[in-house]
């Protein structure tokens, strides 16, 4: 099994809809998670840590369920500005680096 | 939140010369960086952890005589390409954590788009 692992899509989506991108870690020691976004040809960008309560920033809301190991996006009202390629990124225990997902490719059209 | 600056931004380079390749954490201190290559549609594959005062750890596959790695500082990590040649051609991104930051969230500088002739 993948240490992360995330559905690569592509999803391609009408502006105004709700997308939800899932992702899947192995290590269940795992510490903290993040969502990150990529736009092409530049760097990623933290998005927004994902907390064991579920945590909300505006039009976008990440979830996280422990048990299962499994990490949730959700965005509301897509505009075309949130195309872009989304990181599920896990921490796992120590100074170590950051595990990323390969990544799900997001195209909000008009 | 953190900035952390990398650069050049861009690089173009003949075949088998060096290119350096710079990253600062502006407004924190970080004892470990991360160096990171990205082919095109292609995810972010780590090369090296880079540690202050101590050798840098290289991923399998990874030439630590071709990338060479120095981290001297607390806010500065480099990473040398020796002898490029043009499949060294990718993105370069570094990325750094803040030592007090207990969630350990990790912050990129631009990214290095080298380009070897």
């Known amino acids: 099994r993948k240490e992360v692992e995330q559905d690569p899509g592509p999803f391609n989506v009408p502006e105004g809809a709700t997308v939800a991108f899932n992702c899947t870690y192995s290590?269940?020691?795992?510490?903290?998670f993040f969502w990150y976004r990529q736009d092409c040809r530049k760097e990623p960008k933290l998005l927004m840590s994902?907390?064991?309560s579920g945590n909300e920033d505006g039009r976008f809301t990440a979830q996280l369920n422990r048990a299962s190991q499994y990490i949730s996006l959700l965005i509301r009202d897509s505009k075309l500005s949130d195309s872009a390629t989304y990181l599920c990124?896990?921490?796992?225990?120590?100074?170590?680096?950051?595990?990323f997902g390969k990544g799900t490719r997001l195209s909000v059209i008009a | 939140g953190a900035v952390v600056s990398q650069h050049p931004s861009w690089v173009i380079c003949k075949s088998g010369t060096s290119v350096k390749i710079e990253c600062r954490s502006l407004?924190?201190?970080?004892?470990?960086m991360f160096w990171y290559r990205q082919f095109p549609k292609q995810s972010l594959m780590l090369m090296a952890t880079?540690?202050?005062?101590?050798?840098?750890?290289?991923e399998q596959g990874v030439e630590k005589d071709k990338f060479l790695i120095n981290h001297a500082s607390l806010t500065l990590s480099t990473l040398t390409v020796t002898s490029a040649h043009p499949e060294d051609s990718s993105f370069y991104i570094c990325?750094?954590?803040?030592?007090?930051?207990?969630?350990?969230?990790?912050?990129f500088g631009q990214g290095t788009r080298l380009t070897v002739v």
């Open positions: 880079s540690n202050e005062g101590s050798k840098a750890t290289y």
């Open positions: 994902v907390y064991s």
């Open positions: 290590n269940s020691a795992s510490q903290s």
């Open positions: 990325s750094a954590r803040n030592i007090r930051d207990t969630r350990f969230e990790a912050f």
């Open positions: 990124v896990v921490n796992p225990p120590g100074n170590t680096p950051l595990v």
């Open positions: 407004d924190f201190q970080a004892t470990t």
